[in-house]
């Protein structure tokens, strides 16, 4: 589902724009980052700004404010599940990004499996697991992933490796994801390499592929600056850069996805193109100095400013 418009707007209309970050998620920080670029690359070209770090009053601030759109610039719970997109199409107020229904679906990686698999959209074979059963055995043959169900980021993910410090099976006393969730996303691994691309306006902007100094591409890598080189564009096949783009704009239409989206993928390279997996959409992409979709975008010559203009302005079409 889209997300409701408030009266017209000419695309040169001087907007209030209410950037709405921050929230309790465990990507709180992130989300400030975010947030604030974006309020600032905003006041750049003219627009009002603002600026709202969520709470749990945040309906009544949002209708106080009376802004002609929300910039949602929210990672997370409950920003990027449906829960703030319901909210806000119930007060009719526009809003950057994907609707409730995408949202909701998109946040969980079972249910997008389930969306996407269909339209024959290649992803790695997985299965919902109770944390407790991890005690007792192994619930895919090693090396596998971890992940939460609905946790963006890469939060709380691990590989699971033959040489790995979790035992045999995994040790209650050692620290990782089932220790902080019920249940978790088992995955088999797929080596090769990390590989993403942005969808803005519609288009696939283009491949980036992601090298990481240590470990793999985890929250940490994502955001700490030095532990993640960004190859932009990927220096791959121009086949398998065509297919991650047309695999991304499936899934983004599949999933009924608006405004940015970015989707990741792991490539075998050893396997060609039958070696690439769609990992995630991620409906709520980051726009800090570090995140990707910027990134693609300038590459593609679209500053940060005029990004998040488009943005906004599709929100409102």
Known sequence: MGNPARGEKSVTDILHVAVLMGGWSAEREVSLMS????ADALESRGHKVTRIDMDRNVAAVI???RPDVVFNALHGTPGEDGRVQGMLDLMQIPYTHSGMTTSVIAIDKQLTKNELLPHGIPMPE???VESESLYDADPLPRPYVLKPVNEGSSVGV?????DGNYGQPIGRDVAGPWQEFDSLLAEP?????ELTTAVVGGEALMVTEL???TGFYDYDAKYTDGVTQHI???DIPAGIADYCKELALRAHHALGCKGPSRSDFRWDDELGRDGLFLLE???QPGMTPLSLVPEQAKAAGMDYAELVERIVREALA
Not at 158 to 162: K, L, P, S, Y
């Open 35 to 38: 947030g604030t670029g974006v």
């Open 281 to 283: 959409v991620n409906t």
């Open 211 to 213: 090298v990481i100094a």
């Open 63 to 65: 209708a106080g404010v």
């Open 158 to 162: 691990a590989i699971v490796r033959e």
């Open 126 to 128: 997985g299965r919902i």
């Open 189 to 193: 691994f797929i080596k090769g390499r």
């Open 232 to 234: 932009c564009p990927a």
